[in-house]
């Protein structure tokens, strides 16, 4: 079947970096997303990796490992508005977007 | 800025009405989505739409419906709403051609059925 797996819940403090990871297993694979959602409002797109390293924008940086059906979100110099949790979601051979649970991110002062 | 615009935030219904979410998107886009978004599970796609009046069922279409008349609005419809469908229902758009493309999400409705 196909499955995505993030953690349910993480906690960092304000300034410091948090790296959010991201595990998939899917039919076929055309790409990773990152999507951010704050609380009662609409999930925003983040970054789209197809290709194996490293994608940085800003303060955010996206990974991934094709052969490791990996990826992470990393989250430099942290503010209390990146509190929010974070979607990821796989694209598989259908170009069906299957998508995690999300990581509930907490940011402490 | 793409907007996706749902017709409600906050809806409260009976069991056994019909329910009808309305989403609307202003930049032409091709691709439209209906999911439903509950506590400690993915987004789970209940039905989406690559044209105007073209329709295909997603992993949970189960007790609803969509209707796609015009390229922008894509309606949600709970035949006979029940308890279960109690959720938060996110409406998305993309473009279609091309490259892969993000999906854009309006705010939701959370509906609650009694």
């Known amino acids: 079947g196909q499955n995505i797996d993030q953690p349910t819940e993480m906690t960092a403090t304000e300034g410091a970096i948090v790296q959010i990871n991201c595990t998939y297993q899917?039919?076929?694979?055309?790409?990773l997303f990152w999507y951010q959602q704050h609380a009662g409002e609409a999930p925003t797109f983040l970054s789209y990796?197809?290709l194996d390293g490293l994608e940085e924008k800003g303060r955010f940086s996206s990974f991934l490992s094709r052969s490791k059906g990996y990826s992470y979100l990393l989250l430099k110099e942290l503010q209390m508005k990146d509190s929010a949790s974070y979607l990821c979601?796989?694209?598989?051979?259908?170009?069906?977007?299957?998508w995690g649970a999300g990581t509930k991110l907490i940011i402490k002062p | 800025d793409v907007k996706v615009t749902q017709s409600s935030r906050y809806l409260v219904k009976r069991t056994g009405e019909k329910v009808f979410l309305e989403c609307v998107q202003d930049?032409?886009?091709?691709?439209m989505f209906w999911y439903r978004q509950d506590p400690g599970l993915g987004l789970r796609l209940i039905y989406f739409s690559y044209d105007v009046k073209m329709k295909e069922k997603g992993d949970i279409p189960e007790g609803y419906s969509v209707s796609r008349e015009k390229k922008e609005r894509f309606s949600l419809i709970l035949e006979s709403a029940s308890t279960n469908q109690t959720s938060m229902y996110l409406c998305?758009?993309?473009f279609g051609t091309g490259a892969v493309q993000p999906q854009h999400f309006g705010d939701g409705t959370r509906l609650s059925i009694l």
């Open positions: 930049m032409d886009h091709e691709n």
């Open positions: 979601a796989a694209l598989d051979s259908n170009y069906q977007l299957i």
């Open positions: 899917t039919s076929g694979f055309n790409g």
């Open positions: 998305a758009s993309s």
């Open positions: 990796n197809v």
